[in-house]
């Protein structure tokens, strides 16, 4: 039955109606900001990975994909229920801006307890204008002839990395 109203090729047997404004708000302590990430399907693995290695927040510029939207909400795998949305700018702590290239290794860098990992768009990465305005640029180590990694797999790498060292 649900299968002729959905749009998904797998639809779900069970549907569920919720309000945007009862989602989790705000940011504070770990966090990632994303620079307008397009993919629901990445955004979706974002609040999926923070759901998993945080607690941490999920704070989103214009420009990314709707958090809300059928793909995300289905990628996230309930985890927009509980990782609290933010805005860009409203990410606190310290900034650390991740790059395919150019930055410190990741493993080197100072993060402490309250960081926010800046992530970039999919094809475009963070601009030069975004970086800078971080307190720190890293990039996770790739193998030779590696050209970049998944925003959402980025993502996950960091958490882990800081997850790893609190112990």
Not at 119 to 148: F, H, K, Q
Request: charged share 25%.
């Amino acid at each position: 039955m649900l299968a002729t109203v959905s749009a998904l090729p797998h639809p779900a047997r069970r549907i569920a109606v919720f309000r945007r404004g009862d989602l989790p708000r705000g940011a504070s302590g770990v966090g990632l900001a994303l620079w307008r990430v397009g993919d629901p399907g990445n955004l979706g693995t974002i609040l999926r990975t923070a759901d998993a290695l945080g607690p941490a927040f999920v704070a989103l510029s214009d420009g990314c994909a709707d958090p809300t939207g059928p793909k995300a909400v289905r990628a996230s795998m309930g985890a927009i229920f509980r990782v609290p949305l933010a805005g860009f700018e409203e990410a606190p702590g310290r900034r650390v801006a991740l790059g395919a290239r150019g930055g410190e290794p990741l493993r080197e860098v100072e993060l402490g307890d309250a960081v926010t990992f800046v992530l970039g768009a999919e094809r475009e990465g963070l601009p030069d204008e975004v970086a800078a305005a971080c307190d720190a640029r890293a990039s996770i180590e790739l193998a030779a002839g590696a050209e970049s990694l998944n925003v959402a797999v980025a993502a996950a790498l960091a958490l882990y990395e800081l997850r790893r060292r609190q112990g």
